[in-house]
C-alpha cells in the first residue's frame, strides 16, 4: 500500500507582500500536491514552487508559477523535487493587494 | 513505505524495555503512526477563526531523513526516517506531535522513545547566542529552548490531568539551564477561554503559560548535543506514570534514573465530558529564540500493565 500524508501549512495566513511557507520535508514522497485555498483576495496572486536540499537555500522548482485572480482553490502537482518543499505567495495589485490563504501539501510515495 | 525494509520488530523491540502489554511501537520508515499535530477547539461551522491564538499553529510533524546542510544525510537510530517536529523562527513559538488513545484498564503506562533535538544550523549569518564557538562548544547550544513529554488523560466522570515533563535546555533569557520541570497548574483549556479564564496570546507556552508556575525536579542534566547544530545522537527517554493513582512515577534518561513519585500532578478542579478514558500523549519543542527548534524522534513505544 502507498503512503500518503497531509500537511497543513497555513490556516488562515494574510499576505499583504510575500509569503514563503515553513520548510517541509517530503524525503520519501514520490509525488506532492499542494492545496491552495484562496479565501479572500484583493490584487493578483502569484504561487511560485521553491525546493532546496537543506532547508536553508532554496531555488525554483521545474513547476510553472500558479496565478490566481479570483477567490477559489487551485492546485498543482510537484515531483522530482528532492527533499524540502514550500511555496512562495506573492501578492500584487494597485490599491492595498492582500489574499488570506490555507494552503495544503499532500505527499504520496 | 514502498521499497523500504523494515528491521524485525524483535530488533526494534530490543532497545526498549516494554512493559506486559504494548500498546502502540512506531517506527517512522512508515507513516507517522497516529502522531499529528495538536489543534485547539473550534466552532460548530468550522471556523478556525475560534482557536485560541496560542493553539492554532502548532505546526504540522515531518518524516525526515535528518539532512544536513554540511553532511547530507544523517538518517536515524532504527532508519532513514524520523518523526521531526519543527517550530517557526519566533521566540516562543511551540511545535506538538500528539498520539490519541483511550484505557482499557487502570495502573502503570510506560512511554519511551529514542530522540535527538538541535536548533536549526545558521548559515552565512549568526545569532546572538550565550555560548561562544571555541571549536568544541557552539552557540547553537544555548539557542534550543525545551521539549517536553506530556499526557492528557480523562476518566472516572470526568477528572482530568496531565502529567508532563519538560526538559529545558535554556531559560527564556538564553542561558544555558539544562533542568527538569514540571508545571503546577492544569494546561489553560479552550473551555477556560469560553468562560473567560484566560487569553493568551500566539506564542505562550499553552503547556503552562506563567513561568512561575514551573518547578524543578532533579539534578541538571547535560545532554549530548555533540558540538554542532549537524550531528545529531540519539538519547533513551523511559517515563513511567501510574493512572490508577494518577501520579508520575519514574524518568530515566540514559543512565540516569530519576524517582518522580513525589512530583505531583495537578487536575482540573471542574469535570470535563467526551473524554472518559482518554489517554493521549504528546512531544512539543519550544524555540526561546527567533530560530527554528527541532525534535527528532527515532521511534516511541507506549506499553501498560493492564
Known amino acids: 500500500m502507498r503512503s500518503t500524508m497531509t500537511a497543513v501549512l497555513e490556516r488562515a495566513a494574510l499576505v499583504n507582500d510575500e509569503l514563503a511557507t515553513e520548510p517541509y520535508e517530503l524525503p520519501w514522497a514520490h509525488e506532492a500536491r499542494f492545496f491552495v485555498q484562496v479565501h479572500e483576495l484583493t490584487g493578483g496572486l502569484e504561487l511560485t514552487t521553491e525546493i532546496s536540499p537543506d532547508g536553508l537555500t532554496w531555488c525554483p522548482a521545474d513547476v510553472p508559477a500558479v496565478r490566481v485572480e479570483t477567490p477559489g482553490m487551485a492546485s498543482w502537482l510537484v515531483t522530482g523535487f528532492g527533499q524540502w518543499l514550500r511555496v512562495r505567495c506573492r501578492v500584487s495589485g494597485d490599491t492595498a493587494p492582500a489574499a488570506r490563504l490555507r494552503i495544503y501539501l499532500v505527499g504520496k510515495s | 513505505m514502498k521499497g523500504l525494509r523494515m528491521e524485525p520488530a524483535s530488533v526494534g523491540l530490543s532497545k526498549y524495555d516494554p512493559l506486559g502489554r504494548i500498546l502502540c511501537f512506531d517506527r517512522f520508515d512508515s507513516t507517522t503512526h497516529g502522531w499529528t ?3 485547539g477547539n473550534y466552532n460548530g461551522r468550522g471556523d478556525l477563526g475560534t482557536v485560541d491564538d496560542h493553539m492554532r499553529d502548532f505546526r504540522p510533524p515531518q518524516l525526515s531523513s535528518c539532512s544536513f546542510f554540511d553532511v547530507g544525510t544523517h538518517g536515524t537510530l532504527s532508519g532513514n526516517y524520523a518523526l521531526k517536529l519543527a517550530t517557526r523562527p519566533y521566540r516562543g513559538h511551540t511545535a506538538t506531535g500528539i498520539r490519541r488513545l483511550t484505557m482499557a484498564g487502570r495502573g502503570r503506562v ?3 522513545t529514542y530522540f535527538a533535538f538541535k536548533a536549526e544550523a545558521t548559515l552565512g549569518h549568526d545569532l546572538p547566542a550565550s555560548v561562544a564557538w571555541d571549536g568544541n562548544r557552539h552557540p547553537s547550544e544555548a539557542q534550543f529552548g525545551a521539549f517536553t513529554v506530556a499526557t492528557d488523560i480523562c476518566a472516572d466522570n470526568g477528572t482530568r490531568y496531565h502529567n508532563v515533563i519538560r526538559y529545558q535546555n535554556t531559560n527564556l533569557a538564553g542561558e544555558m539551564t539544562q533542568r527538569w520541570m514540571y508545571p503546577i497548574v492544569p ?3 479552550p473551555r477556560d477561554h469560553q468562560e473567560g479564564r484566560f487569553a493568551l496570546p500566539y506564542a505562550a507556552d499553552f503547556t503552562a503559560p506563567d513561568p512561575d508556575d514551573w518547578r524543578t525536579f532533579d539534578e541538571p542534566l547535560e545532554l549530548c548535543v555533540n558540538e554542532v547544530p549537524t550531528k545529531i545522537n540519539w538519547h533513551y527517554l523511559r517515563w513511567d506514570i501510574d493512572t ?5 512515577v519514574e524518568l530515566r534518561l540514559n543512565d ?5 513519585s513525589d512530583v505531583p500532578v495537578p487536575i482540573y ?3 470535563y ?4 478514558n482518554l489517554l493521549n500523549f504528546y512531544f512539543s519543542v519550544r524555540t526561546h529564540a527567533d530560530i527554528r527548534n527541532f525534535l527528532f524522534l527515532d521511534s516511541v513505544l507506549i506499553s ?3
Request: net charge negative.
Open chain 2, 110 to 112: 510506560r512511554i519511551e
Open chain 2, 37 to 39: 499535530e495538536l489543534i
Open chain 2, 269 to 271: 478542579p471542574d469535570r
Open chain 2, 187 to 189: 494546561e489553560p483549556t
Open chain 2, 256 to 260: 540516569r534514573v530519576m524517582d518522580m
Open chain 2, 244 to 248: 490508577a493513582t494518577r501520579s508520575n
Open chain 2, 273 to 276: 465530558g467526551t473524554l472518559d
Open chain 2, 304 to 306: 501498560v500493565d493492564w
